[in-house]
Each structure stands twice: as structure tokens, then as C-alpha cells.
């Protein structure tokens, strides 16, 4: 079975650039996460996709944003990139259980996003 | 919001047992609690989830006590390869808004 895919493995780009990211769930997950991990910090959650609608959102800009297609894969959008987006951008994904909350997640090695 | 607090950092040799707790004073009724290993470059690797009580699988117990304010994962026996980032998880209340632990750095010597 593959697991979550993401695309691309790293990224560069200058500030005031726009950036996409893009994930592949596990054939039969419907719900997807996204999350930044800036070097040395733990996890922090921007999005939460199921069954192509956004659920919800962490503590971040409405210049992250993202979408959910009708095949469950996602791409986050980050905008107008500031040099503090800098960071491991995570996508995990689960099946699609009580709003996904107790379905464990699973997680791609992420896109390693750089700004200059 | 379920806020989680785990250790900075904790070293161990191999061979022992390693316990890490989480505390989350504020759980939700319907959480449960998750662990996952992370090594570099990496994205995180589920490890064992839990509700109540304990749980255990081939590669760690967890141990979650009635009042459910924390919670400790326990690995036995363990080897250089354990050496990684370890966090726990739990929901967010009322809206599901996944709260990772800051991670706890284990380090395990020969």
C-alpha cells in the first residue's frame, strides 16, 4: 500500500512569491492535514480537509489556504511568502471516522520550503 | 483547546525502558491520545493511540490513567534506532484542532 506522497520534495522560492504543495492520501482516506513544522519546533495545524471541504483551520494568515479535490488529494497554497514561512510543510491523512478526530494520521515526509 | 506538555529532551541506554508523559489537563470527553516518532527529514510514524487504560502493541505500551490528564508511553528494551522525536497528540474540543505536544528529543546511548 503507498503511502501519503508529497510533492515537491523541496521548494525555493523569494519572498512575495506565491508556493503550492501538493498530497496524496492513502487510497481510502478521505480526511487530509496539513501542518508547518519550522526547524526545531514541533507541529503546528493549518488545515483540515474531509471529503473535499475544508473543516477546519489552525492559528494562520488567510494567505495559507488550500483545497481539497474530488479524488482526496490536496494542495496548500501559501501567498505573498515571508521569509518566516520558511519551514517542513507536512501533509498526514486518515479515514474518515467521527470527523476523522480518532482516526490515526498518517504522515508523508513533507516539502521542505525555503525563502530567500 | 487541549494544550500538551511533554519533556525537552530525556536520555536513555540501551536496553532500558524509556517512559514519556504527556500531560493534557484539558482532554475532551471523546479524545483519544497519540503517539508518533519522528527522525529527521522525516515525517511523523504512528506509534500506538489510546483512549483509557492501557494499550499495548508490538512496539510500545501506553499508559493512560483514569482521569485521562495525561498520559505515558513506554518502551521496552530500546535500541540507538529509538533515537528520535517523540509526540504525543490529542484533539481540540468541540471543533477537531489537532494539538501536537513540543516533541521530547530521546537519545538513546550504547
Known amino acids: 500500500e503507498a503511502g501519503v506522497t508529497q510533492s515537491p520534495t523541496h521548494l525555493i522560492k523569494t519572498r512575495g512569491q506565491q508556493a503550492t504543495l501538493r498530497c496524496s492520501p492513502i487510497?481510502?482516506?478521505?480526511?487530509v492535514y496539513w501542518y508547518q513544522q519550522a526547524l526545531g519546533l514541533g507541529l503546528q495545524f493549518l488545515l483540515w480537509?474531509?471529503?473535499?471541504?475544508?473543516?477546519n483551520r489552525g492559528n494562520f494568515p488567510p494567505r495559507f489556504s488550500g483545497r481539497q479535490f474530488p479524488n482526496y488529494s490536496s494542495e496548500l497554497n501559501v501567498n505573498a511568502l515571508e521569509l518566516e514561512d520558511s519551514a517542513l510543510y507536512l501533509c498526514?491523512?486518515?479515514?474518515?471516522?467521527?470527523?476523522?478526530?480518532?482516526?490515526?494520521?498518517?504522515f508523508g515526509d513533507g516539502t521542505r520550503l525555503s525563502i530567500l | 483547546l487541549a494544550k500538551t506538555t511533554q519533556p525537552i529532551s530525556m536520555d536513555s541506554y540501551e536496553g532500558q525502558e524509556v517512559n514519556i508523559t504527556c500531560s493534557h489537563n484539558n482532554i475532551a470527553t471523546n479524545d483519544y491520545i497519540t503517539w508518533y516518532q519522528q527522525f529527521p527529514s522525516q515525517g511523523p510514524r504512528f506509534i500506538i493511540q489510546g483512549y483509557k487504560t492501557k494499550v499495548t502493541n508490538e512496539v510500545a505500551s501506553l499508559f493512560i490513567p483514569a482521569d485521562r490528564k495525561s498520559s505515558t508511553l513506554s518502551l521496552p528494551r530500546v535500541s540507538l534506532s529509538d533515537t528520535a522525536v517523540y509526540y504525543c497528540l490529542v484533539g481540540g474540543g468541540g471543533s477537531y484542532i489537532p494539538t501536537f505536544g513540543r516533541g521530547t528529543s530521546l537519545i538513546v546511548h550504547p
Open positions: 487510497s481510502g482516506h478521505t480526511s
Open positions: 480537509y474531509d471529503e473535499g471541504e475544508e473543516r
Open positions: 498526514a491523512s486518515s479515514l474518515s471516522g467521527q470527523g476523522g478526530r480518532n482516526q490515526p494520521q498518517h
